[in-house]
């Protein structure tokens, strides 16, 4: 004689277990602080696409702290759609750690060495800032150049016109 059943036994099969619905409704949305750089760069529409791929990832959560303690450097959207591809999950969490800096420096900061080098979040990055007498704002990596700057809470906002670039790295030229 022959069974029509499956191999497990029906019996232990709990489905109020696993199929109950959830008497609170759903889980309520992220919470957006004002005074957070998230929260900032919402108020930011030059900056919208910028704010949608660092919205993409999880670390995210960090830069809506309240105690965060960093230093952003946000370009504008024209440059990033023309620019950067930002094709996965790993170019764009590079593209967020690259811009983005462990502590809070203020403008005054940036202003007072002729060159300095300021390591970014991303391993091994390093961000090169040069300040001459005569020009408005630093130079970043030789390139961009910084045209706003916001202050929220514990942390800055530095609104750049060209992105940052891993081979955009002037260190890694020995000729200069």
Do not use: W
């Amino acid at each position: 004689m022959t069974s029509m059943q499956g191999y497990g036994d029906s019996s232990y099969d709990c489905r109020q277990m696993y199929n109950i619905k959830d008497l609170n409704g759903p889980l309520p949305g992220r919470i957006i602080h004002r005074e957070t750089l998230l929260g900032a760069l919402e108020d930011m529409p030059q900056c919208s696409q910028f704010l949608q791929i660092l919205k993409s990832l999880p670390i995210s959560a960090l830069y809506n702290d309240e105690q965060a303690d960093f230093t952003i450097f946000v370009p504008v959207n024209n440059e990033i759609a023309g620019k950067l591809p930002v094709h996965s999950y790993y170019e764009a969490r590079q593209f967020i750690l690259l811009h983005s800096l462990e502590h809070a420096v203020s403008l005054s900061f940036l202003r007072s060495s002729m060159g300095m080098l300021l390591n970014t979040r991303l391993s091994g990055s390093r961000v090169l800032c040069e300040f001459q007498r005569g020009m408005q704002a630093p130079l970043l990596n030789r390139s961009s150049s910084i045209l706003g700057y916001r202050q929220v809470a514990n942390a800055n906002i530095f609104v750049i016109d060209l992105p940052l670039a891993l081979d955009n790295n002037p260190l890694a030229n020995p000729d200069i």
